[in-house]
């Protein structure tokens, strides 16, 4: 099988949309959601994205918005499978990759235990894509020989993190969906011991028309000077401080 085959009824592709701008697609991906029957959509699947989508296709809103009302992870995993034992060719499009932070390993252990066929098309993670869009190299070999995942939920409540062996590990940092907690996460860092001064930049929408880009310092986001617009990527770390303009913000499509 190739992963551009085309669908066969009952089965389920999980694709990775990517950063938004249909350009950044894979060519599986821009295949299958041109080709199927139903798209189960997350809310940061551009709109560019879901225009690509056939005309007859059935369009099935499944997104999680922080704070917001939204499908429980059982029932977008129920509705998976509802659609495809109704021998339905099913995309299930997720905004980056399905399997960073995206939650697509639960999916497809759903699938999996009703012996639905499914696949997997990779997306390229905004956790990469944005910094990159941004001019900003999560890695440099003058500033990090290793580097940190983490998504901003982890602030909430009990964390799993420990944040000083964090700080200790990793010189810079990549945090989705990170503005909700962003000022916890910062005060979590520097108690931690990193410098208030570190460098952060929280990027929102990168790669499409909407997108905004807002740099500080770790002491401007404790102080409440620097916040952005959510749902964002945070990159903290002295790369940050090493980015290169290489397109002005809301340059999309041709680059």
Known sequence: MKLDDPLHHGEVALVGAGPGDANLLTLAAAKLISDCDVIVHDALVSD?????????????????????????????????????????????????????FGRGGEEIRA???????????????????????????????????????????????????DWQALVAAFPVLVIYMGTRNLSKIAVNLVDAGMKKTTPVAVLHAVSLPTETQDYGTLAEVISGDLVGIS??????????????EWRTPNQTGSL
């Open 48 to 100: 560019a994205i879901m225009a690509m989508a056939d005309q007859d296709a059935q369009l099935v809103f499944a997104g999680k918005r922080g704070g917001k009302p939204s499908a429980s992870q059982q029932d977008i995993c129920d509705t998976l499978v509802r659609l495809a034992q109704e021998n339905k060719r099913v995309v299930r499009l997720k905004g980056g990759d399905p399997f960073v």
């Open 111 to 161: 699938l999996a235990n009703k012996h639905i066929p499914f696949r997997v098309i990779p997306g390229i993670t905004s956790g990469i894509a944005a910094p990159a869009m941004a001019g900003i190299p999560v890695t440099d070999r003058t500033v990090n020989a290793s580097l940190a995942f983490l998504t901003g939920h982890e602030a909430e409540g009990k964390s799993r993190m």
């Open 231 to 244: 749902p964002a990527i945070v990159v903290i770390g002295d790369v940050v401080d090493a980015r290169q």
